[in-house]
């Protein structure tokens, strides 16, 4: 189950670089649903994205101890797609 404000790492891969994602920086959930998984990016350059839940286990890490922040939940997801 997937929780608004768990942290994630962004893995090294080639979907990753292809998205402009920076790998080893940190995202957290911001929005969840049955199809997708929206993201918040900690750097606060690059912008939230919206994963398919097909692609994020392979290019999404939990970030094992960090604390969970869930802050209040976007009312959907983020507008930019991961391709």
């Known amino acids: 189950m997937f929780e608004i404000g768990t942290a994630y790492t962004i893995r090294k891969t080639a979907m990753?670089?292809?998205?402009?994602?920076?790998a080893g920086r940190v995202a957290r959930i911001i929005f969840v649903d049955s199809r997708a998984?929206?993201?918040r990016i900690d750097?606060?350059?690059?912008?939230?994205?919206?994963?398919?839940?097909?692609?994020f286990g392979m290019n999404f890490e939990e970030k094992k101890g960090?604390?969970?922040?869930?802050?209040p939940k976007e009312a959907g997801h983020a507008n930019r797609e991961y391709r």
């Open 16 to 22: 990753n670089e292809k998205n402009r994602l920076p």
């Open 37 to 39: 998984i929206s993201l």
């Open 43 to 55: 750097d606060h350059n690059t912008p939230d994205i919206m994963v398919p839940r097909p692609f």
């Open 66 to 71: 960090a604390v969970v922040m869930p802050g």
